[in-house]
């Protein structure tokens, strides 16, 4: 069964306190590994696609790697304003356009 | 360039009421997608259209709900009769090729947040 596992929940960081989320998957033949940002009340707002295993993708301070197993997202030096909910999706095989979503981690990053 | 337009942004309505809701993706985007959020949990494919055709509706109870593309642009999604677990949010999403391939990138509405009473 294609699947998205995200971990953790929910993360507290301090401003400055670099971390990373993760994103395990079991779709077959990942056709690519997306990556969303979701604040409440809003839907979710692209940031990366990842389309094979080694590639990296980088935005301000946030970085997305991609193995054959899972991906990272790598946040450097947090500010207050990147607290959101941060959701994985991965497409492949024979159902290619359909996105299976993680639950999300929930960040927050306080002054 | 203006983004997904989705109406309502909110409705409340009693179980087993019907409801709609409206969709206007990204002009040029061929394909078009409906999810449903659910508190806590991540966004799950209801229905793909590619042009006006269904490409993947697999996930779409389709005793209660039903969704089309008229002339290949804007899109309704309906509901009837509404259950207490349909409470959730509707996104409805665009891209100009399909998930997965290089122009796949998916463009999200803000949502219609449904509430059964």
């Known amino acids: 069964e294609d699947q998205v596992t995200q971990s953790p929940e929910a993360l507290r960081l301090q401003e400055g306190e670099s971390s990373s989320l993760n994103c395990s998957y079991t779709?077959?033949?990942?056709?690519?590994l997306f990556w969303y940002r979701q604040d409440p009340g809003k839907g979710p707002e692209f940031l990366f696609t990842l389309y094979s295993a080694g590639e990296e993708k980088e935005k301000e301070r946030l970085k997305a790697t991609l193995t054959k197993k899972e991906s990272f997202l790598h946040i450097t030096a947090p500010k207050p304003e990147d607290s959101a909910t941060y959701l994985c999706a991965g497409t492949g095989g024979s159902t290619l356009g359909r996105l299976y979503f993680g639950r999300g981690t929930q960040l927050t990053v306080w002054p | 360039e203006a983004g997904v337009a989705q109406s309502p942004r909110y409705k409340i309505i009693e179980k087993r009421q019907s409801v709609a809701f409206w969709c206007n993706p990204i002009?040029?985007?061929?394909?078009l997608y409906w999810y449903q959020q659910i508190l806590g949990q991540g966004p799950k494919l209801l229905i793909q259209?590619?042009?006006?055709?269904?490409?993947?509706d697999s996930q779409l109870p389709k005793d209660r709900f039903s969704a089309e593309r008229l002339k290949g642009v804007d899109s309704t999604l309906k509901i009837q009769p509404a259950k207490l677990e349909d409470s959730a949010v509707y996104l409805c999403?665009?891209?100009?090729?399909?998930?997965?391939?290089?122009?796949?990138?998916?463009?999200f509405g803000e949502g219609s947040r449904l509430t059964v009473l």
């Open positions: 002009s040029g985007h061929a394909t």
């Open positions: 259209f590619q042009n006006n055709g269904v490409v993947d």
């Open positions: 779709v077959s033949g990942l056709r690519g």
């Open positions: 999403a665009s891209s100009l090729g399909v998930a997965g391939a290089n122009t796949g990138e998916l463009f």
